[in-house]
């Protein structure tokens, strides 16, 4: 009896301090766009007045910093944390023959249903849009940050830096973004300006709750019936059930 009450109070009083955790981490919401402007590569600043974040539930061990730096290899926008190195156009063309080619065409135009990586310039507001790296990515260091991260397909993060800056310097030359003798490192990196470099903003929206109604939903108001699949498949016809299941 005394083990099970004490369980009882140690969950109680972790729900408690989950509880207190959640309500102080909601009180970061919603965030309200930078006063340099609404653009996707400002960072938002937290609102004012704040209450400080809610203290670690005791559960676990602080990361080392060799366990954090095997996890740290995010890019921003801005191409912050971007590694050393450097590759050429030249080199890039080698090594996408042998590690990209074969999904993504020879020359970027996509092999069946692999996605091409070039083209679509100014389709993005017609009706036939295609995101590519040339019309749609709107920053060059999250290029090298998602092909560093999730490339070759079959073998992700298997090359070295110097290899994913080659890589991405020849996929940026196939959209005519650098010379044919160019070669990549961070500097030149961050200096590249995408084609759709303005065409993403960030959206300020409240935040909506998401509590699912349980009794009196309906409030008095009837509930009809907007549309009929009937109308579209007719019974009898033979293609799935002839009635309502």
């Given at each position: 009896?005394?083990?099970?009450?004490?369980?009882?109070?140690?969950?109680?009083?972790?729900?408690?301090?989950?509880?207190?955790?959640?309500?102080?981490?909601?009180?970061?919401k919603?965030f309200?766009?930078?006063?340099q402007?609404?653009?996707?590569?400002?960072?938002?600043?937290?609102?004012?007045?704040l209450?400080?974040?809610?203290?670690?539930?005791?559960?676990?061990?602080?990361?080392?910093?060799?366990?954090?730096?095997g996890?740290?290899?995010?890019?921003?926008?801005?191409?912050?944390n971007?590694?050393?190195?450097?590759?050429?156009?030249?080199?890039?063309?080698e090594?996408?023959?042998?590690?990209?080619?074969?999904?993504?065409?020879?020359?970027?135009?996509g092999?069946?249903?692999?996605?091409?990586?070039?083209?679509?310039?100014?389709?993005?507001?017609?009706?036939?849009?295609?995101?590519?790296?040339?019309?749609?990515?709107?920053?060059?260091?999250?290029?090298?940050?998602?092909t560093r991260?999730?490339?070759?397909?079959?073998?992700?993060?298997?090359?070295?830096?110097?290899?994913?800056?080659?890589?991405?310097?020849?996929?940026?030359?196939?959209?005519?973004?650098?010379?044919?003798?160019?070669?990549?490192?961070?500097?030149?990196?961050?200096?590249?300006?995408?084609?759709?470099?303005?065409?993403f903003?960030?959206?300020?929206?409240?935040?909506?709750?998401?509590?699912?109604?349980?009794?009196?939903?309906?409030?008095g108001?009837?509930?009809?019936?907007?549309?009929?699949?009937?109308?579209?498949?007719?019974?009898?016809?033979?293609?799935?059930?002839?009635?309502?299941?």
């Open positions: 009896m005394r083990r099970t009450i004490g369980l009882g109070l140690g969950a109680a009083a972790l729900a408690g301090t989950v509880a207190v955790a959640a309500q102080a981490i909601d009180a970061y919603p309200i766009a930078p006063p402007g609404n653009t996707w590569e400002a960072a938002w600043p937290p609102p004012p007045g209450p400080a974040l809610p203290p670690r539930l005791g559960f676990g061990a602080p990361a080392t910093p060799e366990q954090i730096r996890w740290d290899i995010a890019i921003r926008a801005d191409g912050s971007l590694p050393p190195g450097r590759g050429s156009v030249a080199d890039g063309e090594l996408y023959v042998t590690h990209c080619a074969s999904c993504h065409g020879d020359f970027g135009e092999v069946d249903r692999w996605p091409a990586l070039i083209g679509g310039r100014g389709s993005l507001t017609t009706e036939t849009p295609q995101r590519t790296v040339g019309s749609y990515w709107p920053s060059a260091p999250i290029v090298f940050d998602y991260r999730a490339m070759p397909y079959a073998a992700p993060q298997s090359l070295t830096d110097d290899e994913y800056y080659a890589i991405v310097a020849y996929v940026l030359h196939l959209n005519e973004l650098l010379p044919a003798d160019a070669v990549l490192d961070a500097d030149g990196l961050r200096a590249i300006r995408m084609p759709n470099r303005d065409g903003i960030l959206e300020e929206r409240p935040d909506t709750p998401n509590e699912a109604c349980m009794a009196n939903c309906r409030q108001r009837p509930v009809r019936v907007m549309m009929d699949s009937r109308q579209f498949v007719q019974p009898g016809s033979g293609s799935g059930f002839s009635e309502p299941q």
